[in-house]
């Protein structure tokens, strides 16, 4: 595993406390509504004719990567040409080296400085748990599909 650690963002959580509540938290599907005009703007990007892969940290059993997979295709249909599935921690970079994105979306700055590493420009929503690294934060998805602009392949 990468250093999947966000504990320090939460009182009182140890590293290994912060994994058990996220895997628990995953073993249990939850409908969980995208982010603000998350649906509409990739939706633009595809019709634009972009390329777009989703690789998400999610839980290493068939039922929640299923799950996942699932549900990311209810919010955004016809939206996504590949969806991968990691490992909860899992480190994006190998996947991130394989499909070769010119832009890599994510909102931990550890696979964003991954994907930094590989030339790969990278873009995110400001939390309070990053703002670290040398990529954009942006405050919403309107920006993001700005910044994108006419740029053919998306991660």
């Known amino acids: 595993r990468s250093s999947y650690n966000m504990s320090e963002c939460f009182y009182d959580m140890t ?14 599907p939850r409908v969980i509504p ?3 005009h998350a649906v509409e703007n990739v939706k633009r990007l595809k019709a634009a004719g972009y390329s777009i892969t989703v690789v998400t940290s999610f839980g290493g059993s068939t039922g929640s990567s299923q799950f996942r997979k699932d549900y990311l295709n209810l919010l955004f249909p016809d939206c996504f040409d590949q969806i991968i599935v990691l490992e909860l921690g899992a ?5 991130l080296a394989s499909i070769k994105p010119k832009y890599f979306v994510d909102d931990a700055d550890h696979y964003l400085q991954a994907g930094l590493n590989l030339g ?32 053919k392949e998306v991660a």
């Open 15 to 28: 590293p290994h406390d912060f994994v058990e509540l996220i895997e628990e938290y995953n073993s249990y």
């Open 34 to 36: 995208a982010v603000e």
């Open 91 to 95: 480190c994006k970079k190998d996947v």
């Open 120 to 151: 790969i420009t990278c873009i995110s929503l400001m939390t309070s748990y990053n703002g670290y690294t040398d990529s954009i934060y942006v405050n919403n998805w309107n920006e993001i599909n700005y910044i994108i602009g006419d740029i």
